[in-house]
Every structure is written in C-alpha cells, then in structure tokens.
C-alpha cells in the first residue's frame, strides 16, 4: 500500500482540482444568470446550471435510467419536482444520491491516505450509505419547509386579485394573475385553484379545498365570500378590498404580539439561566464549595439543588412561560 501512496494521493488531488473547478463554473454561471435576468426572458430547463454543474448529473442520470431497475425507486421522489426545482426528472434524484455517496467514499479514501490507514471495506459502504442519504434530509427538510403557505401569502394573493378586479378581469384571470406574479408554495396551491375550477368546480369550492390543505382562517374567509358575491352580487373588487384591511390589521396585531412574546421568551430564558451562572460563578472563584460536593454528602447537596431548581423553572413557566404558551392556544 505504501508504494501507491503518492499516486493515489496525486489521483485524489486531481480528482478533487475538478470538482472545485466545476464548482467555480457552477458559481460563475448563477452570478451571470442573477446579473443578466432581469433584462433576459425565462429560459426554463435551458439554462446555465444544467450546461456546467448539473451536465454530470444529467449523464449519471442517463445512464442509470438505461439500467431500469432505479425507475421504481426513482418515482417516489416525483413529489419533489416543482417550478423551483433544479432537478427536471425523477431519475435525476437517484444519480445525485450516487454523485454523493462516491464523494463520500473518495473523501474517506483521501482521509486514509493522508494518515496512513489501512481501508476497511464495511467504512467504504458505510460512506456511500451516508452520502447516498444524505440529500435526502435536505429534500424533506425544504419540502416540509415550504410545505404550507402563511397568511402574508394569502395578503399578497389578495391584493393581486384585488388588482385584477379593478380593471374587470374575471376570477379565473384573477387566479391566474397570482400564479403569473408569485413563486414557490403560494403559486403551486392558487394552480390547483386553477385546476379545480376548470374541471368544474364552483371558485367558493375551490377555495374551500384550499382551506382544508392550508388550514389558514383567511382562506377560508375567502371562500365565503365568493358564496356572498354569487349571491348578493356584490363587486368583488369591494370585497377583496375589505378582506385586504382585514389581512393588514390582522397582520399589524400579530407583529405587536410577537414582540411581546419575544421579551417573554428572552425573559424567560435570563431567569432561569440566573442561578446556574451563580452557581457557577461560586465553584469557580471558591474550591472550597468544589470540595464540598465531591465530598459524600455532595451528592445529595447536588440532588437537593436540582429539585430546587426544577421547582423554580416550573415556577418560571407558571409565571413568564405561560403567556408564552397562550399565544399557541
């Protein structure tokens, strides 16, 4: 092993020379793309990315898609795949989770070379399970992170569609206007909108289904009043006007509580640190008190103390962490 040392380490060297150039093109191409978008159009899968980082994924990709046997597996990341994603096919997923797991193993390959090490085979797989892992929690972490949308979303959907009745467009231009001029979540939900309504659905239902996914009080405020104007005959534009204020007045109140319960929580929190540091303060600067609690009777001092202690944070919470705890209720 001794004698392949330097070769391997100069083959590591260069295969880690390429990844950090692709990396350098991979960020090249998004600062020219950030600096040239607002004065180019959308060009969609075509675009700088795909053409510089994402090309060896595409080729792993290709090749483990001419293989088969990954399809089935490939096909429960459909769900991933939206207008901000990168990734454009199922497939792609896969060859990422492999691209990852032969990183991992060559960075284990490196890290035995470098202190001499003998390679064990189980750390080998072992690597390439994590890597293969690894992008997995990054895709469920953003999927739950951008999995609802909030009511400062539905502010802006509002006043998009309050936009668009102004100048007497009608609901299903409106709804489209939303998906036009938003991204991410918000623009995903109001295009099931679109397609409930197309296929039938009467625009208050179709609301309604967004409530009973979003679970958001606006919504279904919303949806009500959609039944209002059907029945009333009401300018809709009046309407969203008057839900607009509320969604304001009820966005300025939930600013003002949070504030309020920040200083609780920061409150909360210096209380109940208080007396550690105290204790601390006292072991550090006395060793007489560290004497005593290695001592016999230490132990139940130590124990003594903790009980204190838990009486006071309950008491902590009683006090100041239950007005935190209201907001939720």
């Not at 939206?82 to 797991?101: A, C, M, T, Y």
């Not at 064990?120 to 399970?129: G, K, Q, R, S, T």
Request: charged share 25%; proline share 1%.
């Amino acid at each position: 092993m001794e004698e392949y040392r330097v070769l391997l380490q100069i083959i590591l060297l260069i295969i880690c020379l390429f990844l950090l150039y692709l990396l350098v093109k991979y960020i090249r191409s998004i600062m020219i793309k950030n600096r040239l978008s607002d004065y180019s159009i959308n060009l969609g899968d075509d675009n700088l990315e795909y053409k510089s980082f994402y090309k060896i994924i595409l080729v792993v990709g290709n090749f483990l898609d001419s293989l088969v046997i990954f399809n089935g597996l490939a096909r429960t990341y459909k769900k991933f795949i939206n207008d901000d994603s990168k990734l454009r096919r199922e497939i792609d997923f896969i060859s990422l989770k492999f691209v990852f797991g032969i990183l991992m193993i060559l960075l284990y390959l490196f890290l035995v070379i470098l202190y001499n090490d003998e390679i064990l085979l189980y750390l080998v797989l072992i690597c390439f399970v994590l890597g293969f892992l690894l992008p997995d929690f990054y895709w469920v972490f953003k999927d739950n992170h951008h999995k609802s949308i909030g009511n400062q979303d539905i502010l802006k959907a509002v006043i998009i569609m309050e936009n668009s009745y102004k100048v007497n467009r009608s609901t299903e231009q409106a709804v489209n206007d939303v998906i036009n001029r938003t991204d991410g979540n918000l623009r995903l939900e109001f295009k099931k909108v679109l397609a409930d309504m197309r296929i039938g659905l009467d625009v208050s239902d179709a609301f309604y289904r967004l409530y009973y996914r979003t679970r958001l009080e606006p919504v279904r405020r919303i949806a009500n009043s959609f039944k209002i104007i059907d029945v009333s005959g009401i300018s809709a534009a009046l309407v969203f006007e008057e839900i607009e204020k509320y969604l304001i007045m009820d966005e300025r109140f939930e600013q003002e509580m949070n504030v309020y319960y920040s200083v609780n929580k920061i409150a909360h929190l210096v209380f109940l640190l208080l007396p550690l540091i105290f204790i601390v303060s006292i072991l550090l600067f006395n060793k007489r008190y560290i004497d005593v609690l290695l001592s016999e009777i230490g132990v139940f001092l130590i124990l003594i103390l903790g009980i204190i202690y838990l009486l006071y944070m309950l008491f902590l919470r009683r006090i100041i962490g239950g007005s935190v705890n209201d907001k939720k209720e």
